[in-house]
């Protein structure tokens, strides 16, 4: 718990203090929510530019001290409205880190999150693992984009953190980070009702089922859309004097490139597109300042763009459903659906399929009437977002797989929610300012968004609280013959170890039992048996040890008996979600 919240403080302290600086030094005097979008994204880039020094990780993270030292000292008397800026942050910061804890509450113990939902995770860990010793790993040399991953090195090389804990406090702060950033949409509102904005905008149900997930790139993602529009908003309202206004949506971008490659321009391009051919005139001198910077951030990361196009996501007769039932309801972008997983059918919970239609229903309703606000409001920037958003899950639905069209919703859900709650900010079409825009239907629609939210959040399973890349190792020796795996009682019964273990070895035949199994007879035709711990006697009679890899141990029963296997075969597009 205690490695887990370390991580989370020192992701949301660096960010916060990284972005507001180099806001400041874009020109701005007064605090700004972009902060923490701007912040996390030069935290990525700096991670992944010193990650493979000598050093590795322990460079990453004196880096990272020193700009947040620096960061905060240059800060000192420049920025105003500080003390306004923690009144408004603390409830939201505080709600948010409350909701993100839910799934490790809930499960009673911190570990790896979403295991039993997706299996991703392993391979995540697996390639961090690798780059923190500075070995080579198939994301690394796929040109997978590492950022995310090189922020966990830092951690786990500068303040002794596990990689799971790096893991589960960067997915943690993006929770905190999220909201915070929405803050630059609702300024303006009294406590109570900026706090439920925020919270509602930075993690709506579809982000929230990601978390769940452990999907952390995703959630990144979410959020650097979001910030990116947000950054364009704000570039032509307190920004509007600055040449460099432009310039924190650019670092926003080179982040989002860093954490998603090449495909984050997908969302981000014709956002900015969209949104330029909407604006008279053309800012050129500062368009051509934030595309230096946006260029300069972004080179380093080319040829690995490059090398990305051939991963395996993009070949279109790959694992189309991943860990999914079948294609996911855009409805499910609109915030309110009542179901602890979003991959199930209306009706298939306990919810009737009608609660699931009346609340989409309920929240498209809204949405036309956050659009028209946007458009009489000349939110522009708002706009091109949820066009950019939309045509992107439409491009992924007809020709994508159901895995990339509910990645694709997932991104547009914070720019739904913003359009649907925006006018809280703002005039409402019956332009009355502000006591209009506290109908009812406003504050319906909050509690049923949040609930649906707050049941993704306590549906999310929790794993192992440890990981080892040796279980994965002993894959090509365990698949010329059986396996049986014998686990403690605490990682099968408490921390979805079973989906853990099955998917470590995927490729194999694999039993998964208790250690208490032991007590049995070893079944015919397993050849070998895996245990935990030191060397000590064999589980079963007839076995001669065969070699201890980490905290694992091997051990092989010569000449098996015939007769066909007692063990399923854990076969690799079965059990996987696919690393995306």
């Known amino acids: 718990m205690i490695a887990t919240y370390a991580a ?37 880039a700096v991670c992944w530019a010193t990650v493979r020094m000598p050093g590795h990780g322990a460079v990453s993270a004196v880096a990272i001290l020193a700009l947040a030292a620096a960061s905060a000292f240059y800060l000192r008397r420049r920025v105003e409205d500080g003390g306004e800026a923690l009144r408004a942050g603390a409830p939201v910061a505080l709600a948010a880190l409350l909701a993100a804890s839910l799934p490790f509450a809930v499960e009673g113990h911190f570990g790896i999150l979403g295991t039993g939902f997706n ?229 298939d919970g306990a919810a ?61 859900a914070p720019l739904a929610t913003l359009a649907i709650l925006l006018p809280l900010a703002g005039r409402v079409s019956d332009g009355m300012r502000n006591k209009g825009a506290r109908r009812p239907a406003l504050w319906l629609y909050a509690l049923a968004a949040g609930a649906c939210s707050l049941l993704a959040l306590v549906n999310a399973p929790v794993g192992p609280t440890f990981y080892s890349p040796a279980l994965t190792g002993l894959r090509p020796l365990l698949a010329g013959g059986s396996t049986l795996v014998l686990a403690p009682d605490k990682l099968l019964d408490d921390e979805q170890g079973r989906a853990y273990v099955a998917w470590e070895l995927r490729g194999g035949r694999v039993c998964i039992e208790a250690e208490g199994a032991a007590d049995r007879a070893l079944p015919a035709g397993i050849r070998y048996v895996v245990t935990a711990g030191p060397v000590a006697n064999p589980p079963f009679p007839r076995l001669s040890f065969r070699e201890q890899a980490g905290p694992y141990v091997v051990w092989e029963r010569r000449g098996v008996a015939g007769g066909p296997s007692p063990c399923p075969l854990i076969a690799v597009r079965q059990a996987r979600a696919g690393v995306r």
């Open 119 to 347: 299996p991703d995770m392993s391979q995540h860990l697996l390639a961090t693992d690798r780059l923190a010793e500075g070995h080579g790993a198939q994301l690394l040399r796929e040109g997978y984009p590492l950022g995310p991953h090189a922020v966990v090195v830092a951690l786990n090389k500068g303040l002794g953190i596990g990689l799971v804990q790096g893991f589960s406090g960067l997915t943690i702060a993006v929770a905190i980070l999220a909201p915070l950033t929405a803050l630059a949409a609702f300024g303006d509102l009294s406590s109570p009702r900026r706090t439920a904005a925020a919270l509602l905008v930075g993690v709506p149900y579809l982000v929230a089922s990601y978390y769940a997930q452990g999907a952390f790139k995703e959630t990144i993602q979410a959020f650097f859309v979001l910030a990116f529009v947000l950054a364009l908003r704000e570039s032509g309202r307190g920004w509007s004097h600055l040449p460099l206004r432009f310039a924190p949506a650019a670092l926003v971008a080179v982040g989002s490139i860093y954490a998603y490659s090449f495909p984050s321009l997908i969302w981000l391009a014709p956002i900015a597109l969209i949104w330029l051919v909407l604006q008279r005139p053309l800012p050129l001198r500062p368009l051509l300042l934030a595309l230096a910077v946006f260029g300069i951030g972004a080179l380093p990361e080319l040829g690995r763009m490059i090398d990305f196009q051939s991963f395996e996501t993009f070949d279109p007769s790959g694992p189309g459903l991943g860990n999914l039932f079948g294609q996911v309801s855009p409805l499910t972008a609109l915030g309110i659906w009542p179901s602890g997983d979003f991959r199930v059918a209306p009706g």
């Open 352 to 412: 009737p399929a009608f609660g699931f239609y009346l609340g989409a229903a309920f929240g498209a309703a809204l949405l036309a009437l956050g659009v028209r606000h946007a458009w009489r409001s000349r939110e522009s920037v708002v706009l091109a977002g949820l066009t950019s958003v939309a045509a992107v899950y439409a491009a992924a639905r007809l020709g994508g797989t159901p895995y990339t069209a509910a990645k694709a919703l997932e991104i547009a």
């Open 8 to 44: 989370a403080l020192a992701v949301c302290g660096a960010s916060l203090a990284i972005g507001q600086a180099a806001i400041a030094l874009c020109g701005a005097r007064r605090w700004s929510w972009l902060s923490p979008a701007v912040g996390l994204a030069l935290v990525c």
